[in-house]
């Protein structure tokens, strides 16, 4: 059922008329800390992300991150968003983050699947008409014994066409 829902909800921002709303991709690049016992490696973490920019207050965002590996295990997660900026209508402006979000927790015996609200916050710069730039700060919860949930610290570079 939730991959149903998640499936709605992403097939909703494909089929968005391209004149409400301003459309956007961005690559992200940063490091997963684990809040797990034992946990000393700052994984990379890569992700990717596509989004509609509703007005200069709010965006919602579709993503795929993947969070990296420990100790032979790895976890990704995709997910829906909804952004709201403050102000929004300035070269610099802080954001909130709400999204839900499937994770995957994948070890050698076994793989788990979960699926939750999870949040963020960060600062967004615009460059240029064109180019922003993000730090952003993303936990998501993985909800098993290992890894309880996994906080995701980016870059962001983001192209607005």
């Keep these: 059922m939730n991959k149903t829902a998640l499936a709605a909800v992403l097939a909703a ?3 968005a008329p391209a004149s409400a709303a301003e459309k956007y991709a961005g690559v992200r690049l940063g490091q997963a800390k684990y809040n797990t016992q034992g946990a000393t490696a700052l994984p990379v973490a890569i992700g990717v992300l596509g989004g509609y920019a509703i007005d200069p207050s709010f965006a919602v965002e579709a993503e795929y991150s993947y969070l990296g590996s420990i100790n032979s295990s790895n976890a ?3 997910g829906v968003s909804a952004l709201a900026f403050y102000p929004g209508d300035k ?3 802080l954001f909130a983050k709400l999204s839900y979000t499937i994770s995957k927790w994948k070890s050698s015996n076994m793989v788990q699947y979960n699926s939750s609200f999870t949040h963020g916050m960060g600062g967004q710069y615009d460059a240029t008409p064109t ?3 993000r730090f952003s700060w ?3 919860m993985i909800g098993n ?3 309880i949930n996994i906080d995701m610290l980016s870059i962001v570079g983001i192209v607005k066409f």
């Design 13 to 15: 921002f494909i089929t």
């Design 76 to 78: 990704s997660a995709i």
């Design 91 to 93: 070269p610099f402006s």
């Design 131 to 133: 180019v922003s730039f």
């Design 138 to 140: 993303d936990r998501h």
């Design 145 to 147: 014994q290992v890894a």
